[in-house]
């Protein structure tokens, strides 16, 4: 059975920082790129950052570069998202992907960030 589990999300004035983790199980985690996605109130699913399977090449989104960083630890089945400089924008649920070449797509629950004063 297939599971992401998010954690480390909760409520951080602007300027903070959160880091998120996901532990997974279930697949074969070193062969899957892995992902970070938010979903705001009233928008789309928007992919934040990846991390190739290898763990050695990682992507942004415009939006995040130079505040976030993904990285992964295979021995613990585990990928994090570092998050600081955090702005009300960053308002989200953030939600864990794991995609295994070429079509296994595994979702984790999401875990709320609220960047608020």
């Known amino acids: 059975q297939v599971q992401l589990v998010e954690s480390g999300g909760g409520l951080v004035q602007p300027g903070g920082s959160l880091r998120l983790s996901c532990a997974a199980s279930g697949f074969t985690f070193n062969s899957a790129a892995m992902n970070w996605y938010r979903q705001a109130p009233g928008k789309e699913r928007e992919l934040v950052a990846t991390?190739?399977?290898?763990?050695?090449?990682?992507n942004y989104a415009d939006s995040v570069k130079g505040r976030f960083t993904i990285s992964r630890e295979n021995a613990k089945r585990t990928v994090y998202l570092q998050m600081n400089s955090l702005k009300r924008e960053d308002t989200a649920v953030y939600y864990c992907n794991a995609f295994i070449f070429p079509s296994q797509f595994y979702w984790g629950q999401g875990t709320q960030v609220t960047v608020s004063s």
């Open positions: 991390i190739a399977s290898a763990g050695g090449r990682t």
